[in-house]
């Protein structure tokens, strides 16, 4: 389908590096995808940022590109033929810097209105008052919670952070009507906790970064929602309601009942839609499979490693990950995976904690019953509600 249907109007590189290219649907519904650079490198490499612009009753585009990249993507557009005052909004698909860094230099030059779920609207906004003690109160609540080093935020966020706090934001998804005729916003999180699916008719879907072909996209943790809890509306307090991976469980649990009743759409994702020289066609509801497969195990294989005797998260990720996954940052990101798998493993029961960074093994193996029923219509095993973060 995605071979037959794509057209390409300016190569990239081998990674797919300033790629654009069209969608021409038979029914006169026409996307057009344009892969803005990433620098992630490593194992960690995501590849470039898909940024997709859907021509439908109203024209809009889906997120921007990472910081830095706004310019290149309106020059990109420009290359497409995209006349920037036809477009009507820009949609962003959630919070990550790779996907709405380049937001204000498009809102700016487009004069669009900025789209996003009502979870971005807040915790894009700073709260100095409210801020806990130890995070920085330059920074929006949505990065309280940040693993990267503060080298690294000095000089990717900071800027960005301030100009995005500026933005006025229309919310949009939770049954918060349609954006436009035929086209919805369905709130996915669990990767971040404000993740938008885009669904065009029943033609397409785009994912951003909840399900991507070759890499699983990471969970966040269910204690990130402990300091934005007063921020939110309440009826995201609860930990796992938005973060962690019991919520992005049943998020692709969700997604994989969309892509049942709409079989034939084209699923669009941020990330790796070309890569290696290579088309990635994405089987939606055999990929949520496959994810949903990793998740079960690498939480039994953390559960194996602590059958052998209490571990910290660090020894976790060292006896879980290649080296070559956890040299610079990527020792950070390991760690956010183990935690994030403890903690549906704590929820499940079949572990507790040591201390503050050591869990061990309780002799349960409830995890995957607990995995199967998330997001189920008899309900979860262990409800929304429940903690899973010990510490
Ligand atoms: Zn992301
Ligand atoms: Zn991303």
């Given at each position: 389908?995605?071979q037959?249907?794509?057209?390409?109007i300016?190569?990239?590189?081998?990674?797919?590096?300033?790629?654009?290219?069209?969608?021409?649907?038979?029914?006169?519904l026409?996307?057009?995808?344009?892969?803005?650079k990433?620098?992630?490198?490593?194992?960690?490499?995501?590849?470039p940022?898909?940024?997709?612009?859907?021509?439908?009753?109203q024209?809009?585009?889906v997120?921007?590109?990472?910081?830095?990249?706004?310019?290149?993507?309106?020059e990109?557009?420009?290359?497409?033929?995209?006349?920037?005052?036809?477009?009507?909004?820009?949609?962003?698909?959630?919070?990550?810097?790779?996907?709405?860094?380049?937001?204000?230099?498009?809102?700016?030059?487009?004069?669009?209105?900025?789209?996003?779920?009502?979870?971005?609207?807040?915790?894009?906004?700073f709260?100095?008052?409210?801020?806990?003690?130890?995070?920085?109160?330059?920074?929006?609540?949505?990065?309280?919670?940040c693993?990267?080093?503060?080298?690294?935020?000095?000089?990717?966020?900071?800027?960005?952070?301030?100009?995005?706090?500026?933005?006025?934001?229309?919310?949009?998804?939770?049954?918060?009507?349609?954006?436009?005729?035929?086209?919805?916003?369905?709130?996915l999180?669990?990767?971040?906790?404000?993740?938008?699916?885009?669904?065009?008719?029943?033609?397409?879907?785009?994912?951003?970064?909840?399900v991507?072909?070759?890499?699983t996209?990471?969970?966040t943790?269910?204690?990130?929602?402990?300091?934005?809890?007063?921020?939110?509306?309440?009826?995201?307090?609860?930990?796992?309601?938005?973060?962690?991976?019991?919520?992005?469980?049943?998020?692709?649990?969700?997604?994989?009942?969309?892509a049942?009743q709409?079989?034939?759409?084209?699923?669009?994702p941020?990330?790796?839609?070309?890569?290696?020289?290579?088309?990635?066609?994405?089987?939606?509801?055999?990929?949520?499979?496959?994810?949903?497969?990793?998740?079960?195990?690498?939480?039994?294989?953390i559960?194996?490693?602590?059958?052998?005797?209490?571990?910290?998260?660090?020894?976790?990720?060292?006896?879980?990950?290649?080296?070559?996954?956890?040299?610079?940052?990527?020792?950070?990101?390991?760690?956010?995976?183990?935690i994030?798998h403890?903690e549906?493993?704590?929820?499940?029961?079949?572990v507790?904690?040591?201390?503050?960074?050591?869990?061990?093994?309780?002799?349960?193996?409830?995890?995957?019953?607990l995995?199967?029923?998330l997001?189920?219509e008899?309900?979860?095993?262990?409800g929304?509600?429940?903690?899973?973060?010990?510490?």
């Amino acid at each position: 389908m995605l071979q037959e249907v794509v057209r390409v109007i300016r190569e990239g590189d081998e990674r797919g590096n300033g790629m654009i290219v069209r969608f021409p649907f038979p029914s006169g519904l026409e996307i057009v995808g344009l892969a803005t650079k990433n620098f992630y490198g490593g194992d960690w490499d995501f590849g470039p940022s898909w940024n997709y612009l859907v021509y439908a009753d109203q024209t809009f585009l889906v997120d921007t590109g990472r910081v830095g990249m706004g310019a290149a993507l309106i020059e990109m557009l420009d290359i497409a033929g995209v006349s920037l005052a036809d477009i009507d909004s820009l949609i962003v698909s959630h919070g990550h810097e790779d996907h709405d860094g380049g937001l204000c230099e498009v809102a700016t030059a487009t004069g669009a209105k900025v789209r996003a779920h009502q979870i971005y609207e807040r915790l894009i906004r700073f709260f100095p008052d409210q801020a806990p003690a130890d995070v920085r109160k330059d920074f929006p609540a949505s990065c309280w919670h940040c693993f990267m080093p503060e080298s690294f935020s000095n000089e990717h966020c900071l800027a960005y952070h301030q100009a995005r706090n500026r933005l006025q934001v229309e919310t949009v998804g939770d049954g918060a009507g349609s954006l436009c005729e035929g086209v919805r916003a369905v709130h996915l999180p669990g990767h971040s906790p404000d993740a938008l699916a885009v669904l065009v008719g029943e033609e397409a879907i785009l994912l951003g970064d909840t399900v991507l072909p070759e890499i699983t996209p990471f969970p966040t943790r269910e204690a990130f929602s402990d300091p934005v809890r007063e921020i939110l509306p309440p009826a995201y307090s609860s930990p796992d309601s938005v973060y962690g991976l019991r919520a992005y469980i049943r998020s692709l649990k969700r997604l994989d009942e969309i892509a049942r009743q709409i079989p034939e759409a084209l699923a669009l994702p941020a990330h790796r839609l070309f890569y290696n020289r290579g088309w990635n066609e994405l089987d939606l509801r055999a990929r949520i499979d496959q994810i949903l497969d990793h998740h079960i195990q690498r939480s039994a294989h953390i559960l194996e490693i602590l059958k052998g005797g209490p571990r910290t998260v660090r020894e976790l990720a060292v006896e879980h990950f290649p080296a070559s996954a956890l040299e610079g940052v990527g020792i950070l990101m390991g760690e956010n995976e183990i935690i994030s798998h403890c903690e549906l493993l704590f929820a499940a029961g079949d572990v507790g904690p040591v201390d503050n960074e050591t869990y061990s093994a309780t002799g349960s193996t409830h995890f995957e019953s607990l995995i199967r029923s998330l997001g189920s219509e008899q309900g979860d095993m262990t409800g929304s509600g429940r903690a899973g973060h010990p510490f």
